[in-house]
């Protein structure tokens, strides 16, 4: 069962449409496992199409419209080309949400080295503010203890994981601001994959930031 969700601000924000691409991405996927937070949106939605409606309506010059129009078909043209993208061969990529496996690039996923038990595959949205990426930990794997600095989020796609603080499963949704250390196990009957969205920019550099979302975890 889920435990870990996405606050009101971050749903808001979501709604609202306001939110960069990478986070909207995190969003989603956690969307995908939970009813819940899919009905809050959902009533979101509609508060906020009510609100539109009750607003003073402001006329609009046509070029206006005309560069809103522009931008419309653009999305449009772009959420197709994504759809019709050749989908990844991965042995994990079968085990996410297909949601998300339009966001991985074609053929295999690129899994680099971290440490004996973990391993990452970045995905690329174009988005210079977050860094997306899929992290793969070994059946009861631990995770090396590491200091991080930046705003991360976290959702747990496959298996479970747990800290200090509690375990984590399918669909939990952690965020987590800089400071703390913790040291993440996998569960011991099955490999955990997790998709990690972290803020640019970063103190660390190279591979070494990527272990960053797994020591800061929380319960909240
Ligand atoms: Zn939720």
Redesign the pocket.
């Known amino acids: 069962m ?1 435990k870990n ?2 606050d009101a601000d971050l749903l808001a924000e979501y709604t609202a449409g306001v939110m960069a691409l990478a986070p909207t991405i995190s969003v989603t996927t ?1 969307l995908q496992f ?1 009813n ?2 899919k009905s809050t949106v959902k009533a979101l939605e509609e508060l906020g199409g009510e609100m539109l409606e009750q607003a003073d309506a402001v006329p609009v010059s046509d070029d206006l419209l005309e560069q809103i129009f522009a931008c419309v078909e653009e999305d449009e043209t772009s959420e197709d080309s994504l759809l019709t993208r050749p989908t990844t061969i991965d042995e994990v990529a079968s085990s996410i949400p297909a949601y998300l496996q339009k966001f991985l690039p074609e053929g295999k996923l690129h899994w680099k080295f971290l440490s004996p038990s973990v391993k990452v595959a970045p995905i690329s949205v174009g988005e210079t503010v977050h860094e997306l990426a899929l992290h793969k930990i070994k059946v009861g794997g631990k995770v090396p203890e590491h200091n991080h600095l930046g705003k991360e989020i976290t959702v747990v796609l496959k298996g479970s994981f747990s800290d200090e603080d509690g375990v984590y499963q399918r669909g939990d ?1 952690m965020v987590r601001e800089a400071g703390e250390i913790h040291q993440p196990i996998a569960a011991t009957h099955e490999e955990c994959i997790c998709l990690s969205v972290l803020a640019a920019p970063f103190k660390l550099t190279g591979l070494k930031r990527w272990l960053n979302p797994f020591l800061s975890f929380s319960p909240s």
């Open positions: 889920i969700h996405p956690h939970c819940s937070c949704f």
